[in-house]
């Protein structure tokens, strides 16, 4: 290690070369460590007494501060990449993307803007033409990385809307109204409010929204005289894991002059794996879509590709002008003018780096790794005379329920096995019943360690 820092001398934080060695030298030894499965929150009033007072007028040291942070703050987190952490959707980053996810907050890269970032926003672009390549999309598709499926989502709809303002000269009658089923992702309604907008819900058949459907409610729509903007299909259900039915979606956006959103946060990693790129057909016809790679492209929180097939529409929503902005170069590639950011940390890197290391073959591995241990699974439960799997899966979300048990039963299930570190299996609603949800993301994650726990269910 070299002696002494370059900036030590006049800097109010004096001579921090010890600080930095210790803590880089924990980030490494956390990298290639697994986490603790059986970490979890506590109340905050015991967080305060174990913790004790941190922020004081002189400092409690580094030392001190870093041994607060191990023993007490991080076990108090959930491992959200332990191979049997299978509720929700968890995370499963490779450990080179979480070591260049150090690496990205050592660079200290304004992200926001090409004249301050463009190497960085370069490399990130290289990413997204990856995702622009396995949509189908002109080359001339393209977009940013935004923190998480909710920003990218409000991104993309607001970019809807700006559009459809400029096409129609105005607010139309009726006001702002986007079209969805009630399985699209609570973010989605979260988007609809910030906008101003209204939902227009088509009911879906068996979870997924089909052509047909949408056209009789788009038609019913502009009979009574109103627009619908935007309409918004999922590629993989956060709760099911089921695939709208993208190529009639398509044609009805078309018919109806309707911005057509696919929601991919969790289920557009599928589109790397062959074995199920064909339940995507019409994806090609989109006009923005988001995917997380902080989901199931085995990188770091916080991480959202959002892409739109026609970036320069996006401009003209998110650009933000003011007398000190106007000097910045708007023909250059500003992630600032394309979503609901301007600072922003150049989150796709470590994304990249991951893609560049083992190349875009192992993702594809990885993700069709992931979608056979579901499987596999899922040939379990179908055996079992005391389970019953809900639905085929499409990707790797497994519905299934553990015949004549109640609420109660799953949920102590549950719990025990999430407070023993066993495995993360938390009970979720099906058809207006409690049910048990399985959903993998991790490659590592083993079928022959997951059968036997279900097994316990008797
Ligand atoms: C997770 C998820 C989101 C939200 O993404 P965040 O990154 O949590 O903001 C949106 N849509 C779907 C389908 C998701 O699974």
Known sequence: MSGGMDQALGSPWGDETAVVDALLEWARRRVVRSSDP????????????????????????????????????????????????????????????????????????????????????????????????????????????????????????????????????????????????????????????????????????????TGDALRTVLAAERDAGRTVFAVVATAGTTNGGLIDDLDGIAAVCREFGAWMHVDGAYGGAGLAAPSVRDRYRGIEHADSFIVDPHKWLFSTYDCCALIYREPRLARAAHTQHAGYLDEIDREQWNPADLAVQLTRRTRGLPFWFGLATHGTAKYTEAVETTLATARRVADHIRESGHLRLLQEPTLSVLLFERIGWTEEQYSAWSRRNAVEGVILCVPTKFEGRSVLRLAFVNPMTRADKVIPILDTLV
């Open 38 to 209: 059986k970490t979890t929150a506590r109340p905050a009033s015991e967080l305060r007494d174990a913790a004790g007072k941190t922020v004081t007028p002189s400092g409690i040291g580094a030392r001190e501060a870093m041994r607060v942070f191990e023993e007490v703050l991080l076990p108090a987190t959930r491992s959200m990449d332990d191979p049997l952490n299978l509720a929700y959707i968890a995370a499963a980053p490779s450990r080179t993307s979480m070591a260049f996810d150090c690496v990205v907050g050592a660079a200290n890269v304004f992200g926001g803007l090409w004249e301050t970032g463009a190497g960085a926003i370069h490399a990130e672009n290289e990413a997204i033409g990856w995702l622009v390549e396995l949509l189908g999309w002109p080359s001339t598709a393209g977009g940013t990385f935004v923190s998480g499926g909710t920003v990218g989502n409000l991104s993309a709809l607001a970019t809807a809307r700006e559009n459809a303002r400029h096409r129609l000269g105005g607010r139309p009658e009726g006001g702002w109204r986007l079209a969805c089923t009630a399985e699209a992702h609570s973010s989605i309604k979260s988007a609809v409010r910030l906008l101003d907008a209204d939902v227009v819900e088509v009911p879906d058949e068996r979870g997924r929204l």
